[in-house]
């Protein structure tokens, strides 16, 4: 169709179609939320419906997500249907994208089809939806995959922003261009705040830029993280963000904070669109709901309309302190419930009011039920059955359960030096599991016990699983995967150790201390809901990078940042072998007890977080290319290597150089395999020693074979990485070439 035949159809002007840049931003629509409930099943979608038929409205040329479109991890059948006919109902048409995406799709886009939906010839997508996933719907289980998985499969979103790795944290722009207005749009789906915190600290976050006229793109970033601080790593600064940022579209948060926020230290500006829909009955829900219609315009000049979502339940909160209340005995239950239910009832009316504002022209009896949150201050009196209060209130609330919210004020204790009048733990159940994390519950029951085979910190991961993702099998997979563990440790024991109990305790607490060790080095390295076999096949994948880093990656004018160092990939540790295992912690030369074993790894952990809070907490942003002639990245300056005493020992087999070695392999500091000869090695590797002049790390000639085969495998994965390295010479200048344009 030519252009000219879009335009009329637009019924706008060349210079106004091709001018700007007009998008829809919305976060945070937890679609599914409480969809059995009679009452509020269907708010989340009935929002979600009016946030499509906005952007239908406003024309807008894409809509862009920040997460958490879904309020599970593994959304209902019933939920998936109503999102994909929405999705077919508002999306789907003859209306034409005016927009080209630029930049290579197979890079922006990692599923089977690498294409963004509206250049697929197979479909008619009028209003393209780019989405990174949340941490409500982020990839788990089987395959890793999420609910946008899905969505993308079916060509309706565009899913985009997922890191291959959370420790070296890589992201490239998907490039738009409408006429004069070049648009680059950074995504990062959600990853925990605390690796986070530490891979933005360690400076492996980086960001690539287009190295030809990267000053003339307007750069958004979106991401799903704790904006508030919610504890000493559990949230992500603003100051770590780089400053070549125009605007920062932030998930998570629930408050409704859209209004331009600028950070005077970057200079760039922050909108928080907010959720759709109330997931909680706090304070930040009750801001009204907004979304928000950006238009961007030549010379990287934007403005951001907020629009009222109309659909949005009212949601009333009071406070109410009973010791205020004038002729109110403490004894007297029977006044007290009456003069709460007063309280309730003029919230309803406060709710009425304020939803006639809102909807001059509807019906009153159209008004829907509101959600009222009372909370109460009992100090000295005592409290009422909520579910019973509420019975009154059934046809008249939405949420007739937990209308009130009791707490009550205690005084500080004498002696502790503080005037300061704190809070009891509220006698409201659901208030307090919200708070409450679970792997901090399995964390604190299994601190008071002392396991002699499982390690503590697998179980906890493999609780966290079964409860937030919903995997049915991860208890029971972590259970035969330990058990499988040590019996064939016990297996390959010399006999008078498996019938000599001393000795076979001791066998088994240092298997069960590699075991605690290698899980803990996994929880810090990979993805939350990766498993051990992902983890393997994702790091062969990513193996190029390092190979990379030999050449001229950087090209900024810092002479003073030491030069890139190529580093071993640090799978061999993780493999689960034998022969690593055996080098993951020295033989005890006593009998050790259960217990002492189980806290030598939090030992390690703790050693290891002291050293990477060693980094400074700023950011550092530096220009690199990623191709030679490609991109130029935004990223920290890598921080020189530390050397270890495991890579600087000698490989003869004395015992000193052999306990050495074995120390330094849970921190995964060594960097003596043996990868065969690589065009990829630079002047600047540490140097590797074959694993046939160490006596030290290998003592048998079973354990010597079973060393040589990660070894010879990871020579392979070396030599794949290399061909893949001639294949990314494609330039900007040929991206077009690579990615269809918009009809």
């Keep these: 169709m030519k252009i000219e035949c879009m335009k009329l159809m637009l019924g706008m002007d060349e210079q106004t179609i091709e001018s700007r840049f007009k998008i829809l931003l919305a976060t945070d629509n937890h679609l599914g939320y409480l969809e059995k409930d009679p009452v509020r099943g269907n708010d989340s ?35 998936m249907h109503k999102t994909m006919t929405m999705l077919r109902q508002f999306c789907m048409g003859d209306k034409p994208c005016l927009f080209d995406f630029v930049s290579a799709q197979d890079e922006t886009f990692k599923d089977a089809f690498a294409t963004v939906n509206y250049c697929d010839p197979n479909y008619n997508v009028s209003i393209p939806i780019f989405s990174i996933h949340g941490n409500h719907d982020d990839p788990s289980g089987d395959g890793d995959l999420c609910a946008l998985d899905l969505l993308s499969a079916a060509g309706l979103v565009n899913y985009f922003g997922r890191a291959d790795a959370v420790d070296d944290v890589q992201i490239s722009p998907m490039l738009l261009k409408k006429s004069d207005v070049k648009l680059a749009v950074y995504g990062m789906g959600n990853i925990r705040d605390e690796r986070l915190f530490r ?26 993280q704790n904006r508030v601080k919610r504890g000493p ?88 302190v009973l010791a205020d209340c004038n002729l109110l005995r403490r004894s007297d239950e029977k006044n007290v419930d009456e003069v709460l239910a007063d309280k309730v009832e003029e919230m309803i009316t406060t709710a009425r009011n304020i939803w006639k504002a809102a909807h001059p022209d509807v019906d009153e009896g159209d008004f829907p039920r509101p959600l009222i949150r009372l ?33 009550r004020k205690r005084q500080a204790t004498p002696g502790a030096g503080s005037n ?49 993702k919903e995997d049915k099998d991860a208890i029971s997979d972590f259970y035969a995967d330990s058990l499988k563990r040590t019996q064939a440790s016990l297996n390959k024991a010399a006999p008078e150790i498996i019938f000599d109990e001393s000795n076979l305790m001791k066998q088994i607490s240092k298997e069960k201390l590699e075991a605690s060790a290698e899980i803990s080095i996994e929880r810090a390295r990979v993805f939350e809901t990766g498993k051990s076999k992902r983890r393997v096949a994702t790091n062969d994948d990513s193996d190029d990078e390092p190979v990379r880093e030999s050449g001229p990656l950087f090209s900024d004018n810092d002479d003073d940042d030491p030069p890139p160092v190529k580093t071993v990939p640090k799978k061999a540790a993780a493999r689960g072998t034998k022969a690593s295992a055996a080098k993951a912690a020295p033989a005890p030369k006593k009998r050790a007890a259960p217990a002492a074993a189980s806290k030598a790894p939090s030992k390690r952990r703790k050693k290891a977080a002291d050293t990477e809070d060693e980094d400074d907490e700023d950011a550092l942003v530096a220009n690199s290319d990623k191709d030679e002639d490609d991109f130029v990245v935004e990223s920290p300056a890598p921080a020189p290597q530390k050397t270890t005493r495991s890579s600087a020992s000698s490989s003869r087999p004395s015992s000193s150089s052999t306990s050495r070695s074995k120390a330094a392999a849970p921190n995964l500091k060594q960097s003596t395999l043996n990868f065969g000869a690589s065009s990829a090695s630079s002047s600047s590797a540490a140097p590797v020693a074959k694993p046939k002049s160490s006596a030290a790390s290998v003592s048998t000639p079973q354990a010597r074979a079973s060393a040589k085969k990660p ?17 990314e010479g494609t330039t900007f200048a040929n991206f077009g070439k690579r990615a269809g344009g918009g009809r």
């Excluded at 891979?199 to 799903?224: Q, Y």
């Excluded at 307090?432 to 179980?459: C, T």
């Excluded at 070894?711 to 294949?727: H, I, L, P, W």
């Design 233 to 320: 790593t559990n949230y992500i600064p603003e100051s770590f963000l780089p400053d070549f940022l125009h605007l920062v579209v932030w998930g998570h948060e629930h408050d409704c904070l859209i209004d331009l926020e600028q950070n005077e230290e970057k200079g760039f500006f922050i909108t928080q669109p907010g959720s759709s829909v109330a997931t909680s009955l706090s304070e930040g829900e009750m801001i009204p709901k907004h979304v928000g219609i950006l238009e961007i315009h030549p010379d990287k000049q934007f403005k951001l309309e907020k629009v009222a979502l109309k659909t949005v339940r009212p949601f009333v909160m009071d406070d109410i």
């Design 375 to 407: 909370r109460v201050d009992y100090s000295n009196f005592s409290t009422l059955n909520p579910q019973r209060f509420g019975q009154r209130f059934v046809d008249r609330v939405a949420n007739p359960k937990d209308i009130l919210y009791f707490f």
């Design 711 to 727: 070894a010879a495998k990871r020579a392979t994965v070396f030599e794949g990485d290399s061909d893949e390295d001639e294949d």
């Design 199 to 224: 891979t933005f600290t360690s400076k492996k976050v980086r960001m690539f830029r287009p190295k030809e006229d990267k000053d003339d793109w307007f750069n958004v970033f979106v991401l799903h």
């Design 420 to 468: 300061k009048v704190g809070f009891d733990m509220p006698t409201t159940i659901p208030e307090r599991l919200d708070k409450i994390q679970v792997e901090d519950l399995v964390d604190e029951f299994l601190a008071a016990q002392s396991l002699e085979i499982l390690p503590e910190n697998g179980i906890g991961e493999a609780v966290r699983l079964f409860v937030e």
């Design 45 to 79: 979608f009935a929002a979600f419906a009016e946030i499509l038929a906005l952007a239908q409205e406003e024309k807008v040329d894409f809509i862009l997500l920040g997460g958490d479109l879904f309020h599970d991890n593994k959304p209902s059948r019933k939920c």
